[in-house]
Nanobody, 125 residues
């Protein structure tokens, strides 16, 4: 059974940086793609960043391009989301997602079979 566990969320101030991690267990990724999404209260889930598991193909939403960076650590079966210059509007629950059906990331949540439980990120002004 595949399980995704996010970590690294917390309360930070505007302008700070934070690194989220998503560790996958139950299956070793030799191919596939990962994505990060977030959902703020009362809003829909939105795509942030995605990567092929080999790290060669990445994709970012315009809202985070230049501020967020997605990387993979194959040895640890972990995907990271490095976030910098955080803003209060970045406050949300952050989710990672995984798919084995494609090697190129997708901005569509429906393209991912597995999801983590989420980690809260709160950015104070």
């Amino acid at each position: 059974q595949v399980e995704l566990v996010e970590s690294g969320g917390g309360l930070v101030q505007a302008g700070d940086s934070l690194r989220l991690s998503c560790t996958v267990s139950g299956r070793t990724f030799s191919s596939g793609a990962m994505g990060w999404f977030r959902q703020a209260p009362g809003k829909e889930r939105t795509f942030l960043a995605g990567t092929g598991w080999n790290g060669r193909t990445t994709m970012y939403a315009d809202s985070v391009k230049g501020r967020f960076t997605i990387t993979t650590d194959g040895d640890q079966n972990t995907v990271h989301l490095q976030m910098s210059s955080l803003k209060p509007e970045d406050t949300a629950v952050y989710f990672c997602a995984a798919t084995y059906r494609r090697t190129i990331p997708s901005p569509r949540g429906d393209d991912y079979e597995y999801w983590g439980q989420g980690t809260q990120v709160t950015v104070s002004s």
